[in-house]
């Protein structure tokens, strides 16, 4: 099984740009996350969905838009992008309590 | 807002030896969940334990076992038999039973010399 996938796993933007990082989960979980990771900070939770066509804020959801439109995959989109923005990107997903996680997206915002 | 804090931003030790990481956590909520987590230089996110609020009774794996303060909020990792492998990031995350917002610490940084 590949897990938790993320699609790209590197960008480059410039200022004002916009995109969307893909991440797609074969072992049909019902719940799916995006977190950022700065360095010497922890992760933080952007947004999550608990099903198919819901989504919700976490921690930090400005400046992001998320949607869920199959179970398997959940959609984090920058429309206007920040370098305040530059970050790691993760996703993760779960079934009930123990999340799994992708491999990650870096993303610098110039 | 429930706060993760790692009070060892870097930790060594030798290898074969043990080594504790700690970790602390504010709630006022009595059902959650704990996790210990590592980042390699792979970047990937990899579950190392995790342990029950309700459960009293301290998570083991192989060489990774907790130390579950419940009354002092403190949740510590120790590893046993350091490997050369075990070098990474290690994060202590906490989760409200029955909410999806999980936070992090801000992660302690293992090195395990040879």
């Known amino acids: 099984n590949a897990g938790v996938t993320q699609t790209p796993k590197f960008r480059v933007l410039k200022t004002g740009q916009s995109m969307t990082l893909l991440c797609a989960q074969d072992?049909?979980?019902?719940?799916m996350y995006w977190y950022r990771q700065d360095p010497g900070m922890g992760l933080r939770l952007i947004h999550y969905?608990?099903?198919?066509?819901?989504?919700a804020k976490g921690e930090v959801p400005d400046g992001y838009n998320v949607s869920r439109l199959k179970k398997q995959n959940f959609l984090l989109g920058l429309e206007s992008a920040a370098p305040s923005q530059t970050s790691v990107y993760f996703c993760?997903?779960?079934?009930?309590?123990?999340?799994?996680f992708g491999p990650g997206t870096r993303l610098t915002v110039l | 807002a429930q706060t993760v804090t790692q009070s060892q931003p870097e930790m060594s030790v030798q290898e074969a030896e043990t080594v504790t990481l700690s970790c602390t956590y504010d709630?006022?909520?009595?059902?959650?969940?704990l996790f210990w987590y590592k980042q390699p230089p792979s970047r990937q996110m990899i579950l190392v334990i995790r342990q029950e609020a309700y459960k009293q009774q301290n998570a083991t794996e192989n060489r990774f076992s907790v130390n579950f303060q419940k009354a002092a909020k403190s949740f510590s990792l120790k590893i046993s038999d350091s490997q050369l492998g075990d070098a990474a990031m290690y994060f202590c995350a906490y989760r409200r039973y029955n909410n999806n917002d999980m936070r992090f610490g801000a992660g302690t940084r293992l090195t395990v010399k040879p």
């Open positions: 993760a997903s779960s079934r009930v309590d123990t999340q799994y």
């Open positions: 072992m049909n979980h019902e719940y």
């Open positions: 709630t006022s909520e009595s059902d959650y969940y």
């Open positions: 969905s608990v099903g198919e066509g819901t989504t």
